[in-house]
């Protein structure tokens, strides 16, 4: 009876220290995590998560929905059911993701990349979806402001070309 109960004590500790693991490794993360049922309901979240979705993911009803817009390759508005936490429910893995444009409390809209993957059982039906949301607004403006700077660069350079053709030719003449 000792050792039974010994053992059971260990097991016990032991998982318990898995989650606590767990827990410190999900509160440290810079990015947002949510688990999501079948059904798109937020299950878990870490606490960053709370600071983009404000408690859920982005809606399925579209009148529900203000706070999150994207735009697909043709530049149309992203229908809801094409978010990465619905993909993922239907079995595909959006990763990296699709980037949102996001509109905080304060009115102001930031650039967040929302990824997805499908959770399965062990007969590989899916069961929910891990969603991982990042903010991309810093890394997105200073890509925009390199492809301007680079534009720039190109101009001046076809300038300076043009230029010297010029005075080659003027030269000749």
């Known amino acids: 009876v000792c050792t039974d109960i010994t053992a059971r004590k260990q ?10 693991q767990l827990a410190m490794v999900m509160n440290a993360l810079p990015v947002g995590v949510g688990m999501i049922d079948s059904e798109g309901n937020v299950v878990t979240t870490n606490p960053a998560w ?11 009803d579209d009148r529900e929905n203000t706070r999150w817009r994207a735009a697909g390759a043709d530049g149309k508005p992203l229908a ?7 993909r993922a429910l ?15 409390d304060d009115g102001a809209e930031r650039w967040t990349r929302m990824s997805s993957t499908p959770l ?3 007969t590989g039906r899916v069961t ?5 949301v990042e903010d991309i607004d810093e890394a997105r403006r200073a890509a925009d ?14 300038e300076r070309l043009l230029r010297q053709t010029e005075a080659e030719l003027a030269r000749v003449a």
């Open 11 to 20: 097991a016990e500790d032991a998982v318990r220290k898995h989650e606590d």
């Open 80 to 86: 809801r059911s094409e978010f990465p936490g619905m």
């Open 50 to 60: 709370k600071q983009f979705v404000h408690g859920g993911i982005p809606s399925l």
């Open 120 to 122: 399965r059982d062990s």
């Open 128 to 132: 929910g979806a891990l969603v991982v």
């Open 145 to 158: 402001q390199r492809a301007e700077l680079l534009a720039k660069e190109r101009a001046l350079g076809a």
């Open 90 to 104: 239907r079995g595909d893995e959006v990763v990296p993701g699709i980037d949102f444009l996001r509109k905080q």
